[in-house]
C-alpha cells in the first residue's frame, strides 16, 4: 500500500500531478516555508513531506515509495544541485570535519548539505525538531542550517541521487555572506563567526568592505536556540545468528587484557571469535594467556614488531565473522556490549555502530547522553562494522602504523563508501589509557588534546599524519586552516585566570618552536602523499596466503610519463572514475611531472578518486618507487596522441603486465595487448571493468606479479 506524501511545490510554474497525496504551492522563500509548516504541520496525516523545485525535474512516485523504505529520516539530492561545499566560512571554523568532505554526489551516503528543491522529510521529524529559520534571506542557508541541526539533532540525512532523474551535478549556489556568517553563528558562535570571516578576508575569499559589513548585520540578527534531541522509534530486537568477531591488539599490557576478557565471558551474546594479535616483545609474552582461557574462542597471533594498522590489518585478514567489533586492550565492557552493538546496526539499519568513552578522571555520566545519531567518528576501541563494508573501504593505511589518526581514515574511507554509521552515545565504556603499549610504543601521541587544555607546557599541536589526512581528504585551503587552529591551541587551557595567563605567555615564547615544528611535520606530510596510501584489501581464501590478485582485489593500473595535455591522463581519469562507480576495486599510479599536474589532481579530487585513494599520483620517479610500482601493477595504461614510448609497453609486456593502450599501428597483433578504439572514457572504462571482473585473468595477473616477486 502507498504511503502518503505530500507535495510541498517551491517552483515557479505549475505543480505537477502527485498521486501520493495533497499538493501546497509555497513561495521559495525561508519566510513563506516556515510558516507553511507552523500552519499545516499540526494537521496532517501525511507519513512524509516532498520539498521540490522545478529545477530538479518532475519528481516521481515510484521512487519516493522506495526511498522510504530504506534507512533514515530525511533524503534529498543537494550535492547534485550544487549544494556541496557550502557554506564557505565553515572551511575556516570546522575545515577537516569528516561530513565536511562531501561523498560523491552520484553516491548515496549521509550528508546533512539538503537542498529542499528535492528534499523528502519524515513529518514525525519536522514535529520534533520544527522547520527552519526565518532569520536567514536564503532558503538555501536555511536549509543548510536545518541539515546541520538535524544531524546534531540524531537525523539521519541521506544524500539519494536518485530523488533526480538528472545525472548532471549544477553548478554550486551563490550565498549571500551575511547568511553565512549567520550559519556559523548558530553553528558555534559570535567568537568563531567572526573568526571565519576574519580568515576569510584574508585569504580574499572575500572583501573585508563585505565582511565588515556582514559581521555588523549578524551581531544584530544573532537568535542562538538549543539543539533539541530526535527521539528515535526503535525496536530493540538483535539480528539472529549473528556472527561477531573481536578484534584486540595488544602490547605489555596483560593486566588490562585479563580483565576485558574475563569481562567477555559474561557477554550476553558470545563472540564467534576473539583475535587477539600480540605485539609484546617475544621476552615479555604471557604463554599461559590461552591456557587460562580455554573457554573463549580465541585466536592468537603474535607480531615480532609492533603496529597499530599492520596488527589490526593481520587481524581482520584472518577473521571469518559477519561482523568486526574493535576494542582496545585497555577497556572495560558491560555485560551487554555486544548485544548492543548488534541491536543499534538492526534498527538503523546500519553498516557501522560505534559508542563512546570515558577516561578517568571523567565518569560516565559526565559524558552520557541519550543522543543517537549519524556517526562522524570511528574509535577503534568501541566500533563494530558489517565485515562486507571492508570490501569496498579498504582495510587501515599502513601510513598511520606508528602514527595517529589511522581510525579517522579508515572512517573517512567508510563513511564515503556510503555505510550508513551509527553513533549511541548512551551508554559510554571505561578506557583506563594504559600509560605503555598503544601508539605510546612509537613514542607517538604523548600530548593529547585533553592534556593540552591541562598543562601549561603541553602543545598538542598537529602530527603529520593528521596532515596527510587532511591532504588526502580535502583541499590544500582546509589542511593549512587546520594547522593554523592547532597552532592556537597551545594558548587555551582550563582553570582561573593566572592559569590562562600563563598558558598565553608560555604559548608566545614558545611560537617560534610551535611554527617550526608544524612547518616539519608540514614536511613530513607532503613526503608521505609520495609514498601513501598503502591500504590493502580484505582477500579471502588460498589466493590471499599466496599473495595472489582476486576480483575482490584492487586492481593495480600503472602509467609513466610526462603529465601533459598531449599524453590523454584527462581520459584515464574520466575512465577510472566510471569504474568506481561500477562499485569495482582500482588503484591508478601516476608516475611524472609536467604542467598539467594540477589540472589533473583537480580532476581527480572532483571525482573524489584522490580522497579515496583510488589515484595516486608519484613526481618521484626514484628506483626505488617504480620498482615497488612495477612489481604491482597488474595493467599499464597507456593513451597517448603521438603513440611515442613504445619501449616502455615492450617492458610491460616482459613484466607479464597487461597493456591497455589506444589502437596505434604498432601495438596491433603484440600479445598481452588490449585495445581501445579511441579515447572515450566509457570505451576504456569497459576495458578495465572486463578485466576487474574476470576471475581467470585476475589470477593470472596475480601469477605475474608472484613471479616478478620470486
Known amino acids: 500500500m502507498a504511503q502518503s506524501v505530500e507535495l510541498i511545490w517551491l517552483g515557479k510554474g505549475t505543480a505537477p ?39 530538479a525535474g518532475t519528481p516521481r512516485p515510484e521512487v519516493i515509495q522506495h526511498i522510504l523504505e530504506g534507512p533514515g529520516h530525511v533524503w534529498h539530492a543537494g550535492l547534485k544541485l550544487g549544494m556541496g561545499g557550502l557554506p564557505n566560512l565553515l572551511n575556516y571554523v570546522n575545515p577537516i570535519w569528516m561530513m565536511n568532505c562531501d561523498p560523491n554526489p552520484h553516491q548515496e551516503a549521509t550528508s546533512w548539505r539538503l537542498s529542499l528543491n528535492a528534499c523528502l522529510i519524515l513529518t514525525d521529524v519536522l514535529n520534533q525538531l520544527g522547520g527552519i529559520k526565518r532569520v536567514y534571506r536564503s532558503l538555501e542557508v536555511a536549509a543548510l542550517d536545518m541539515g546541520i541541526r538535524f544531524i546534531q539533532a540524531g537525523v539521519f540525512i541521506r544524500n539519494t541521487p536518485e530523488l533526480v532523474e538528472s545525472g548532471q551535478i549544477q553548478p554550486g549556489v551563490q550565498l549571500p555572506l551575511e547568511d553565512e556568517a549567520q550559519f556559523i553563528s548558530q553553528l558555534r558562535g559570535q567568537h568563531w563567526m567572526t573568526w571565519g570571516l576574519i580568515r576569510a578576508s584574508l585569504n580574499q575569499t572575500v572583501s573585508p568592505i563585505k565582511a565588515i559589513r556582514a559581521w555588523i548585520q549578524t551581531r544584530q540578527n544573532i537568535l542562538i536556540e538549543p539543539v533539541k534531541l530526535y527521539q528515535h522509534k526503535v525496536n530493540g530486537h ?5 556472527r561477531v568477531s573481536i578484534l584486540i591488539p595488544t602490547v605489555e599490557r596483560y593486566p588490562y587484557l585479563r580483565v576485558l576478557l574475563d569481562q567477555i565471558r559474561t557477554q550476553t551474546i558470545q563472540p564467534f571469535e576473539i583475535i587477539i594479535v600480540d605485539q609484546t616483545p617475544i621476552r615479555q609474552r604471557d604463554m599461559a594467556l590461552i591456557q587460562d582461557f580455554t573457554d573463549l574462542p580465541i585466536k592468537l597471533f603474535y607480531l615480532n614488531q609492533a603496529g597499530q594498522c ?4 593481520l587481524g581482520l585478514q584472518h577473521s571469518s565473522g559477519d561482523y568486526i567489533l574493535f576494542i582496545d586492550d585497555d577497556v572495560e565492557i558491560t555485560s551487554n556490549f555486544i548485544e548492543h552493538h548488534l541491536t543499534r546496526l538492526h534498527e538503523f539499519r546500519a553498516e557501522v555502530s560505534s559508542g563512546v568513552v570515558f577516561e578517568p578522571p571523567l565518569s560516565a555520566k559526565s559524558i552520557q547522553t541519550d543522543r543517537i545519531r549519524a556517526s562522524d567518528v570511528f574509535p577503534t576501541n568501541n566500533t563494530m562494522i558489517r565485515r562486507e563494508v571492508l570490501f569496498a573501504s579498504g582495510l587501515f593505511d599502513m601510513a598511520y602504523d606508528h602514527l595517529p589518526r589511522a581510525d579517522g581514515d579508515l572512517g573517512m574511507r567508510v563513511y564515503l563508501s556510503g555505510a550508513v554509521m551509527v553513533c549511541d552515545e548512551s551508554t559510554p565504556i571505561l578506557h583506563h589509557h594504559a600509560p605503555r603499549g598503544g601508539l605510546r610504543t612509537h613514542h607517538a601521541r604523548q600530548v593529547t588534546r ?7 607546557f603541553h602543545r598538542n599541536l598537529q602530527a603529520a599524519s593528521e596532515m596527510y589526512l587532511a591532504r ?10 587546520m594547522m593554523l587552529l592547532s597552532l592556537l591551541t597551545t594558548f587555551s587551557v582550563r582553570g582561573n585566570i593566572l592559569r590562562k595567563a600563563a598558558k598565553v605567555l608560555i604559548g608566545l615564547v614558545l611560537l617560534p618552536n610551535s611554527i617550526w615544528r608544524l612547518y616539519h611535520r ?14 590493502p584489501s580484505l582477500e579471502t581464501g588460498v589466493l590471499r596466503e599466496m599473495g595472489f590478485a582476486t576480483t575482490q582485489t584492487p586492481l593495480h593500473i600503472l602509467s609513466i610519463g610526462d603529465l601533459t595535455r598531449e599524453n590523454g591522463y584527462e581520459f584515464a581519469i574520466d575512465a ?31 571525482h573524489h578518486l584522490l580522497q579515496k585513494g583510488n589515484i595516486r599520483f608519484f613526481t618521484d620517479s626514484s628506483p626505488e618507487i617504480l620498482r615497488d610500482l612495477w612489481y604491482r601493477a597488474d595493467v599499464y595504461l597507456h593513451l597517448p596522441f603521438d603513440g611515442n614510448s613504445i619501449e616502455i609497453l615492450e617492458k610491460a609486456q616482459m613484466a607479464g603486465i597487461t597493456v591497455v593502450a589506444t589502437a596505434q599501428e604498432k601495438l596491433l597483433g603484440k600479445m598481452g595487448v588490449v585495445v581501445v578504439p579511441s579515447h572515450d572514457p566509457e570505451a576504456i572504462a569497459a576495458r578495465l571493468i572486463e578485466i576487474v571482473r574476470s576471475p581467470i585473468l585476475r589470477f593470472k595477473l596475480g601469477q605475474s606479479a608472484y613471479n616478478r616477486k620470486l
Open 17 to 55: 500531478l502527485w498521486p501520493l497525496g495533497q499538493v501546497w504551492a509555497v513561495a521559495p522563500s525561508p519566510m513563506a516555508v516556515q510558516n507553511f509548516i507552523d500552519e499545516h504541520l499540526h494537521k496532517t496525516r501525511a507519513k512524509a513531506w516532498l520539498f521540490w523545485g522545478d529545477s
Open 238 to 242: 538483535t539480528p539472529p545468528d549473528a
Open 310 to 313: 599492520s596488527s589490526r590489518n
Open 450 to 456: 585533553n592534556s593540552s587544555r591541562r598543562k601549561l
Open 472 to 481: 588526502r581528504y580535502f583541499g590544500v585551503l582546509q589542511a593549512n586552516e
Open 522 to 535: 608540514r614536511q613530513q606530510a607532503l613526503a608521505m602523499l609520495e609514498t601513501f596510501p598503502q591500504i
Open 576 to 606: 577510472i572514475a566510471a569504474v568506481c562507480r561500477a562499485g569495482l576495486p582500482v588503484i591508478y599510479s601516476i608516475v611524472g611531472k609536467g604542467e598539467y599536474q594540477e589540472a589533473l589532481v583537480y580532476a581527480a579530487r572532483q
